[in-house]
């Protein structure tokens, strides 16, 4: 699949995938980020993209930095139709973080999108499940 994008700033990182078969392609923080417990960082990854229709761009954690620092992305959805420059929101759980400018702070996915139309019935069909919900498959 091929992806329009654009560098918003001359020296900025594109995304790119770090390995052979990776799912999602790596992206870097534009400047340092400062990132407090509790709090919600936005950290520009410069760039602007062209996400093609019927798919979604999606803003995921890097595992080893939640792992270690406990950084975690929120609010990750970008559609089809956004020019402007994408931007991780983050925040850590453990302790002050400071990521450096050019440093990896997230992964984008991109992902079919299908558009939905909903069938409204009186009655859904059954499963074996049910309505068993939280914590119903065990501990």
């Known amino acids: 699949m091929r992806v329009a994008i654009q560098r918003v700033h001359p020296h900025a990182r594109l995304?790119?995938?770090?390995?052979?078969?990776?799912?999602?392609?790596?992206?870097?923080?534009?400047?340092?980020?400062h990132l407090f417990p509790g709090e919600v960082?936005?950290?520009?990854?410069?760039?602007?993209?062209?996400?093609?229709?019927g798919h979604v761009g999606l803003i995921r954690d890097r595992s080893g930095l939640a792992r270690k620092d406990g950084v975690y992305t929120l609010a990750g959805?970008?559609?089809?139709?956004?020019?402007?420059?994408?931007?991780?929101?983050?925040?850590?759980l453990k302790s002050p973080?400071?990521?450096p400018a050019g440093s990896r702070v997230c992964?984008?996915?991109?992902?079919?999108a299908p558009q939905v139309i909903w069938e409204e019935v009186a009655?859904?069909?059954?499963?074996?499940?049910?309505?068993a919900g939280f914590g119903s498959s065990g501990t």
């Not at 992964?107 to 079919?112: D, G, R």
């Not at 009655?123 to 309505?131: C, I, K, M, N, Q």
């Open 15 to 33: 995304p790119h995938y770090s390995r052979p078969g990776d799912a999602a392609l790596d992206c870097y923080a534009q400047a340092d980020a």
């Open 123 to 131: 009655e859904l069909p059954s499963t074996l499940r049910g309505t």
């Open 97 to 99: 973080v400071v990521l």
């Open 107 to 112: 992964q984008l996915l991109i992902v079919p």
């Open 77 to 92: 959805v970008i559609d089809p139709n956004y020019r402007g420059e994408v931007t991780a929101l983050l925040t850590c």
């Open 41 to 53: 960082t936005p950290v520009p990854l410069g760039f602007c993209l062209a996400i093609p229709e």
